[in-house]
């Protein structure tokens, strides 16, 4: 299963969403942050893509009051009916539309030039053309509006990366392509403690990783079918030490290298 097709992504946060909130301490110190880099203002128009269950979004509305406008998108239902019944308890009118984050400029209502800041946590990994989805999000923006996303760093979720060695592209280079003044990046703290990797038990790894993870097991089912797995996993382990510095060691990370954009 590719983890770069919709109802895989929709079925695997679909699954994950009724606990999304509590699984981890990532989720609300990468919101805070983000909240941070926004810093919302009344009035101000806000378009949250992947908002999954409303972590940015919620305090978003908060922020910019009845005079304001957020859109939070995301391709999970289960995520989004969550959120809403939280912006319900909390009696904040929030617009939520479920969709293909990369298509969002085709839902009516979304138009060009109408929003002060287009946010996207954590989720160009997840899209086919990444390029094209940038330079959409762009032309909804303002004139000096904001288009505020990340990807991860190369030492980030190691194991998850020689899994699958895709093709990495500089998130600068994304928002110049759309036009942007690229004017800001920089690299975020680890939202999780440095995981120290010894690439001898790199085997054991890979069968940790399909008991343990939730990512492995969704979508990448198909390297541990009986057929497959041990290939799978020599494939595995000879990546792996490619990678692994002259000590046989990796520090895996959970970090982001950020940029914002601005509309010229």
């Excluded at 997840?126 to 032309?139: F, H, I, N, S, T």
């Excluded at 089912?221 to 792996?240: G, H, N, T, Y």
Aim: proline share 6%.
């Amino acid at each position: 299963m590719s983890p770069n097709t919709l109802e895989s992504i929709k079925s695997y946060y679909n699954a994950r969403a009724p606990g999304y909130d509590t699984e981890t301490n990532f989720h609300p110190h990468q919101a805070s942050d983000y909240l941070h880099w926004i810093s919302p203002k009344p009035g101000m128009h806000i378009l949250d893509l992947a908002c999954g269950t409303g972590a940015i979004t919620l305090p978003l509305k908060r922020a910019v009051g009845p005079t304001g406008r957020v859109v939070g998108a995301d391709i999970s239902d289960v995520s989004l009916e969550i959120a809403r019944s939280k912006a319900e308890d909390e009696g904040l009118d929030i617009e939520w539309v479920e969709c293909d984050i990369s298509t969002i400029y085709a839902v009516p209502g979304i138009e060009e030039g109408s929003f002060d800041v287009v946010s996207c946590a954590a989720a160009l990994v997840l899209l086919k053309d990444p390029g094209m989805a940038v330079r959409e999000w762009a032309r909804l923006l303002k004139p000096g509006g904001l288009l505020i996303t990340g990807v991860l760093t190369g030492d980030t979720m190691v194991r998850g990366i020689v899994l699958d060695r895709v093709a990495e592209e500089e998130v600068m280079g994304l928002l110049r392509s759309a036009g942007l003044d690229g004017g800001e990046s920089f690299l975020t703290e680890s939202y999780a403690e440095p995981k120290y990797l010894d690439v001898e038990k790199a085997g054991e790894m890979f069968d940790a990783l399909f008991e343990e993870a939730p990512v492995p097991r969704t979508w990448y089912a198909d390297l541990v079918v009986p057929s497959r797995r041990e290939k799978s996993k020599e494939i595995f382990e000879r990546e792996m030490k490619k990678l692994a510095g002259p000590d046989g060691k990796l520090v895996e990370y959970v970090r982001f290298h950020m940029a914002i954009g601005r509309k010229v």
